[in-house]
């Protein structure tokens, strides 16, 4: 007789840097052929997602009942992509609205089971207090962190200690994570930078969003074991709880062609502009998902991209002061007569908003990656041995280039913030350095076949080898049954 299938429940943060990670795993369970899935998430993500899943997926989609306008919010803003920086923290307070229906959800699944519950729960980093609705009806709970252990264990060190704050130097030092070495005020988020802990707004991000990690029965991470030791050491050693490092989940080339019916080029058209350029010798320029840069620092990396004498594709999202959801203006926001040059030279893509970035990268005229080192972007990158030009601009991508930088020796930091200041030179220089033949360029290339290949390794599961990622996968898939066992022997 077949086994009936355990439940999975899955509940990614609003945002295109935790969903997609998320559906990419929960992808990868599915093809277990052991476990349903429960995918949830507010009403327009939903929607959204309907048409990224493959066909023949069974990956069953919930939505939960969210009016943004409730929150303060614009109409329909249901996804940081669709938000200016500032309202962030609204959304993050909004989604605090869904605990009551999740619990709902949570107690119909398990009515409509005849009593059997979800083997676990797997909730966004951001939705910490799943945990107290999967205690409540005695299901295994995991936090799912989609950025580097080493960004997030900086990160969450930063908001706690704040020590920044007890300094007059602008150079200081994790109280907890001395192997994190010192940190530059440069490397704060505007947010971070002047956070106080008798402001509400950082007793909420403390209580709400950092705390909960703490209270998991574990944390999966969306790395690798091999390239991101130290911040995993700082999570066992600090919370005491079982971390997986199950990464890189990836959505496979293809996949996202589904999920987005809103890129600025098909993947296609992109394919064919990549497909008649020489190998490696493309310059990709993106910020992700939710990120931008200032209207003068606009100018100097279009600048950039015309004095280098590379071929690129840049995604162009609105400047900093701009409406984040407006149309493409070439006129107001790039220098005089550049997109008509770049497009009659053929030396240059502009993509509006959304650019089917897996593709981009995969592809084998891509030679370097200018990024804000968004973690999706970096493990997407570096599964294809693409060398990075960083610019982290908020939150734990500052932490993400050390890590690349300094430990891991993929990348070279071109600039730090969404406001600082840049000029087109220092931008050029940086390019140069990583695409051109020099001694760090070559060292750079190296180094990142190298840990492609380590990637390549940690994904493997086959017959004689398992790879870390996997085997980590299958602990993570083991504890939940044995737990499940232990609470409904
Ligand atoms: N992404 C994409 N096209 C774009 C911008 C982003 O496909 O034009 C995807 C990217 O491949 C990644 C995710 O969106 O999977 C962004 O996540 P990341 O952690 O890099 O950054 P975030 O957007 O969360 O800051």
């Known amino acids: 007789m077949a086994e009936t299938k355990q439940n999975i429940v899955m509940f990614p943060y609003m945002g295109q840097g935790h969903i997609i990670p998320l559906l990419a795993l929960a992808l990868r369970i599915e093809k277990t052929n052991k476990y349903t899935i429960t995918f949830v998430n507010t ?8 048409s990224s899943l493959p066909p023949n997926s069974s990956i069953h989609l919930l939505e939960l009942p969210f009016n943004s306008s409730d929150h303060g919010l614009p109409p329909d803003a249901e996804n940081m992509d669709s938000l200016p920086y500032h309202q962030f923290i609204t959304l993050f307070q909004a989604s605090m609205s869904l605990k009551p229906h999740f619990r709902k959800l949570v107690s119909n699944l398990i009515h409509e089971q005849n009593g059997e519950k979800p083997v676990c729960i797997i909730s966004d980093m951001f939705l910490g207090w799943c945990k107290e609705i999967a205690q409540e009806f005695g299901i295994f709970h995991a936090i799912f962190i989609s950025c580097s252990a080493f960004g997030s264990a900086c990160y969450y060190s930063l908001w706690l200690n704040l020590p920044h704050r007890n300094t007059d130097s602008d150079e200081f030092m994790l109280p907890d994570f001395p192997e994190a070495s010192t940190f530059h005020v440069t490397q704060l988020s505007e947010v971070l930078r002047v956070a106080d802990a008798s402001d509400p707004t950082t007793a909420f991000r403390r209580k709400e969003l950092i705390s909960p990690w703490s209270k998991a029965d574990g944390i999966l991470f969306n790395t690798v074991e091999e390239i991101d030791k130290l911040g995993l050491m700082y999570f066992s050693r600090k919370l005491g709880r079982q971390v997986w490092p199950i990464g890189p989940v990836l959505l496979a080339p293809g996949s996202q062609a589904r999920s987005r019916r809103d890129f600025g080029i098909s993947p296609e058209e992109c394919k064919k502009w990549l497909d008649k350029k020489p190998s490696f010798s493309v310059l ?19 600048m950039a991209l015309e004095a280098c004498g590379k071929f690129f594709i840049w995604v162009v999202r609105p400047p900093l002061g701009f409406d984040i959801n407006s149309e493409f203006k070439a006129n107001e926001w790039l220098p005089e007569g550049f997109e008509k040059r770049i497009k009659d030279s053929g030396r240059g893509l502009l993509v509006h908003k959304w650019a089917p970035q897996v593709e981009i990268l995969s592809h084998k005229s891509l030679s370097a990656f200018l990024s804000h080192c968004g973690w999706n972007s970096l493990v997407e990158a570096l599964s294809y041995g693409v060398p990075i030009l960083g610019w982290p601009m908020v939150a734990e991508q500052f932490y993400n280039v050390k890590l690349l930088e300094k ?21 050029v220089a940086k390019i140069e350095m990583v695409m051109n033949e020099s001694e760090k360029g070559k060292e750079i290339r190296k180094k990142v076949l190298k840990v492609k290949e380590i990637i390549k390794n940690a994904l493997k599961d086959e017959e004689n080898f398992m790879g870390s990622s996997m085997k980590a996968m299958d602990q993570f898939l083991d504890a939940c049954i044995n737990e499940k066992k232990k609470i409904q022997p």
């Open 43 to 50: 009403p327009l993500n939903i929607k959204k997602l309907t």
């Open 407 to 427: 430990e891991i020796g993929v990348c070279a930091e071109v600039a730090r913030g969404r406001s600082c200041e840049v000029f087109h030179e220092e931008i």
């Open 284 to 302: 990709y320029v993106s910020f992700g998902s939710q990120n931008t840069i200032s209207p003068s620092n606009m100018i100097q990396m279009a």
